[in-house]
């Protein structure tokens, strides 16, 4: 008897599990069966969907993680011109109140913008920072060099992956999260496909056996690791 999907927390395992039942199908010959064309034909292209929701979710946590990055690199920033404000040496002191009035002119409030205001606002700040005068003043700070070529890569990194977020973030208002097509994905495989499956097998082993095997297998292995994660650490959604 074929188990039933296991739901675990990670989205990338139902979809994984999904693909090898899908593989498995179609190197079979159960595409004659018409009740195995409607499960698959209803699977297929939700699996499609699940599969473009997680890209979807990934793009935006690449996107979180390089913006904390920038913002990491922002603080550093700006604590280095703060600290050198009060140096006794009149020459560093001067250059870095000249630069903190730039960052001042935009303020650690952009942190608290959308990603694309940010990153408009950061690329301005940056670009009042590459003007001839400036850098002269960057040169007198000790490192400044180092910590503003810093937060430069983390801007150019953020900005490189930007295109994968804007994409992600205007499909988001129009189609399903990946874990509610997970739900919807581990129900069509349980209530259909695994009963189904496992009521053909008992009528028709020669037919419906070897994959009825294979599915099996696959379902296994999943509800396995599901069950080692359950024993060894919370199970939080990841959505």
């Keep these: 008897m074929i188990p039933t999907l296991m739901i675990g927390r990670k989205v990338t395992e139902i979809d ?23 499960i698959f034909g209803e699977l297929k292209p939700l699996s499609a969907l699940f599969t473009s929701a997680i890209r979807r979710m990934k793009a935006k946590s690449e996107a979180q993680t390089l913006d904390e990055v920038r913002e990491e690199k922002m603080d550093g920033w700006y604590y280095l011109l703060l600290s050198f404000s009060h140096h006794p040496d009149a020459q560093i002191r001067n250059a870095a109140l000249a ?20 990153s408009s606002l950061l690329n301005s700040m ?5 003007t001839p005068e400036a850098m002269a003043n960057v040169r007198f700070i000790p490192q400044g060099d180092i910590y503003l070529a810093a937060l430069q890569e983390a801007q150019d990194n953020f900005e490189s992956n930007r295109l994968g977020f804007e994409e992600a973030q205007a499909e988001e208002g129009t189609l399903e999260n990946a874990s509610a097509l997970k739900r919807q994905v581990v129900d069509l495989i349980n209530n259909k496909l695994v009963n189904y499956l496992n009521a053909m097998a008992q009528i028709n082993e020669a037919t419906y056996g070897p994959y009825a095997r294979i599915v099996a297998e696959i379902i296994s292995t999943n509800n396995e690791v599901v069950r080692k994660r359950r024993n060894s650490e919370d199970e939080t959604e990841e959505e």
């Design 16 to 38: 994984g599990t999904t693909t090898q039942v899908i593989q498995g199908y179609d190197a079979t010959t159960l595409n004659t069966d018409p009740n195995m064309e409607v």
């Design 99 to 118: 630069l903190l009035t730039i960052f001042n002119n935009y303020g650690m409030e952009i942190k608290k913008e959308s990603f694309t205001v940010e």
């Design 126 to 130: 940056l670009a009042d920072y590459s």
